[in-house]
């Protein structure tokens, strides 16, 4: 398999503060294989899995100053093609969101993330949204949201936003964590309607009751189309379930049951484009 992993993260537990991490890891399973270092060399080697190129998404090296973060991984990644995703927080009064943007500028950077799960979904209607997002695509940067499907006001603010900027790319993190019985139809359908609109297949370690994979990859194809669905390890956080390499051979034999045809755009060319590896 010959894939671009578009959602993983490395850590040098020495060099980043990780406090999220470090002072008070998360009560997930296996989280003594996660607190750890984690560098590419230990993505490498493998006769199954050989990763061409990939997309660093924050991890809290340093949440104050995360220009470090991506000159860490400019030090670490020299070999391996990648693009990175930065933190800002998206939901700052815009000129302080202008200035963090530009004080993140490095040639590495395509997108940043602001984490807004559970109760931090409101953080997205904050009247300030709708102007960053505006001015991250006016600096040809993008905005990667991670919150849950079930906050059907914040979609609805998404998707008006968006609709008003018709060339600006959102990327949606973890499948907005969509867990069996629960009402994400409204976000899936209400999202796909942005052109723009591209969703990662991820992160379903961290759900509680996650509905059936192949149903659930199905859908996203139905909805979004094959080529707006993106394959992502979320390493080394799958770890909770299986190893980077045990993650993409599930992926294959999900895709192999789902599309087999679509395999090349959602485990390699898809990431390829959208984040302009190679350029």
Known sequence: MNIIDPHLHFFDLCKGQYTWLKDSPPSWPNISKICQNHLPEELS??????????????????????????????????????????????????????????????????????????????????????????????????????????????????????????????????????????????????????????IKFSGHELLTTPMNLEKQLSLLLNTFGEDRVMLASNHPVCLIERSFVQQWQHYFDLVTHVAPHAWQKLSFSNAKRLYKLGS
């Open 45 to 198: 080697g493998s006769p199954e899995v050989v990763l061409h190129g990939c997309i660093h998404v924050e991890a809290g090296f340093d949440n104050r100053h995360p220009i470090k973060e991506l000159n860490w991984l400019s030090e670490i990644l020299p070999n391996l093609p990648y693009k990175a995703v930065g933190y800002v927080p998206i939901d700052a009064e815009h000129n302080t969101f202008c200035d963090k943007l530009s004080a993140l500028s490095h040639p590495s950077l395509v997108a940043v993330r602001d984490i807004t799960e559970g109760h931090d979904a409101t953080r997205l209607l904050a009247d300030t949204v709708a102007d960053n997002i505006q001015h991250l695509d006016q600096c040809g940067y993008h905005f990667e949201a991670q919150f849950e499907f079930t906050h059907h006001a914040v979609i609805d603010k998404i998707v008006h936003i968006y609709r008003a900027l018709p060339n600006a790319v959102l990327v949606i993190n973890h499948a907005g964590f969509m867990e069996a019985g629960q009402s994400w139809q409204h976000a899936i359908k209400a999202l796909a309607s942005i052109e723009n609109c591209v």
